[in-house]
């Protein structure tokens, strides 16, 4: 996954844990806006979220960014 993009799961992960708790969860789509603007990025992510790393729909965000730092 793009190196830009890993600083930005951080930057969502961080503010969600922030607002909401240690225990938030989200699902890759909270990376990206509600409009399909980059499908290849989308893929990409989508590709590591599912195929290589096999996590389900909702993750704890706090797993999400230890997983990309």
Known sequence: ??????????EVCNKKIEAKGINVGL???AFFANKNDNPEL???VAEWWILTNK?????KAVKIKA???
Do not use: A, G, Q, T
């Not at 996590?55 to 993750?59: M, N, S, V």
């Open 55 to 59: 996590l389900d729909h909702f993750e």
């Open 1 to 10: 996954m793009r190196e830009s993009f890993k600083n930005k799961i951080i």
């Open 42 to 44: 989308l893929m990409e």
């Open 27 to 29: 699902s890759f789509y």
């Open 67 to 69: 997983m990309v730092e």
